[in-house]
């Protein structure tokens, strides 16, 4: 009986100090290397809604005219080629601009429609362009097209909105929203598309030398060459991953990594895709945990009978 007793006292000690610092210590640790960012869940409160009715005929009108937005970008969902391929577009803008098809479901309409004004605040990178200085960005503004600006804007979201996929894959959503600057090597993605099977050795050191060619550009625009976002997710918490994306500022002051505006929706698929590539094996782990900790539950049991069947009469 004393002996039991004993036991339960030590363990009683193990388990108060690994609580203590469990709860006590290891918070209060993170706290003090990292700093702790709030996040408003993509909510973009800042950028005030004008409250228009977009018009999706003119929005086209807009887009694919005036507006000039086909003519830097392609939107494949109504069959308008990008005017440039990657390796051009990144000689002359510094990246390649993305195709528009799934704009309108993965940004944030709101945030839309402060791009089209002025891409430098939108993105949050006005420290590195300044029209002042004659540093502009390369988005070019929107300056109207003779009408109501505002209500021209909301017509070209609405469109935009219009032809985006009622279902994006993850996929899609990272291609369009990050590809550009990151490159996937899990994903098998570089910055100008997917790296296929080449048949001949001559064909694919040609590429490899688009893709050198095209990451040099992108070093020249962005001061440095975006990080391999392959296994990230297990480097990042989710958390950091959230607010970094919503805004890089608040983690990284002065970075040149625009914040991309991304709709909640299109946060989800771009985390679900770094998941995908980073940590393939995360759903089989998490169907395996019930049966492990059964496992324990009944090794416990069957261990405590040996136990006490062993100790029977040595007293
Ligand atoms: C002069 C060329 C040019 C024109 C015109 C232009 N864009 Fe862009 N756009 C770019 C470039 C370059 C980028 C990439 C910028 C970067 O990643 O730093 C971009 C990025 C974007 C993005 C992605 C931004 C993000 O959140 O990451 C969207 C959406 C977009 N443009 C929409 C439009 C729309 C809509 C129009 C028409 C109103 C338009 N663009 C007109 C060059 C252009
Ligand atoms: C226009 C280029 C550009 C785009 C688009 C872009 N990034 Fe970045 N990203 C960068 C640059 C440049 C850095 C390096 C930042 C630094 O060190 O200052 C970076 C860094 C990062 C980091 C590393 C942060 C850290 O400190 O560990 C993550 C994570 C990241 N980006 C995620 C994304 C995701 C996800 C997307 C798409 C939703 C995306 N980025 C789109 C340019 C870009």
Redesign the pocket.
């Known amino acids: 009986m004393n002996k039991i007793n004993k036991e339960l006292q030590i363990l009683g000690v193990v388990a108060f100090f690994t609580l203590f610092l469990y709860w006590g210590v290891e918070p209060f640790a993170h706290s003090q290397m990292h700093k702790h960012v709030e996040g408003e869940g993509f909510a973009y409160s800042e950028f005030k809604a004008s409250g228009k009715k977009g018009n999706v005929e003119n929005g086209k009108v807009l887009v694919t005219g005036a507006g000039a937005c086909t003519g830097c970008h392609g939107i494949k969902a109504i069959n308008s080629p990008a005017p440039m391929d990657a390796s051009m577009s990144g000689a002359s803008y510094g990246?390649n601009p993305p195709d528009l098809s799934t704009a309108g479901a993965l940004y944030n309409a709101k945030f839309l429609a402060e791009l089209i004004k002025n891409p430098a605040h939108a993105l949050k990178v006005e420290h590195k362009f300044d029209p002042a200085k004659g540093k502009m960005h390369p988005m070019a503004q929107f300056y109207g097209a003779g009408g109501d600006m505002d209500q021209e804007i909301a017509d070209m979201v609405a469109f935009l909105k219009s032809i985006a996929p009622k279902e994006m894959t993850n996929k899609e959503a990272?291609v369009d929203?990050?590809s550009?600057?990151?490159a996937n090597r899990y994903g098998k993605l570089t910055q100008i598309g997917e790296t296929t099977k080449f048949k001949y050795k001559k064909d694919e050191l040609a590429h490899q030398i688009k893709v050198l060619d095209y990451q040099d550009s992108?070093k020249k625009?962005?001061?440095?060459l975006?990080?391999d976002?392959s296994i990230?997710i297990r480097?990042?918490s989710e958390h950091?991953?959230e607010t970094?994306?919503e805004n890089?500022q608040s983690?990284?002051v002065?970075?040149?990594?625009?914040a991309?505006g991304?709709s909640h929706e299109g946060?989800e698929k771009?985390i679900a895709y770094?998941g995908e590539t980073g940590d393939p094996s995360k759903p089989a782990r998490g169907e395996l945990g019930p049966w492990v900790i059964i496992f324990f539950v009944v090794f416990s049991g069957l261990a405590f009978l040996w136990k006490k069947e062993k100790w029977r009469g040595h007293h």
Do not use: D, E, N
């Open positions: 990246v990272y929203a990050c550009r600057c990151h992108l625009y962005m001061g440095k975006p990080p976002l990230i480097a990042r950091f991953l970094f994306i890089p983690q990284l002065g970075t040149s990594m625009p991309v991304l946060f771009v770094l």
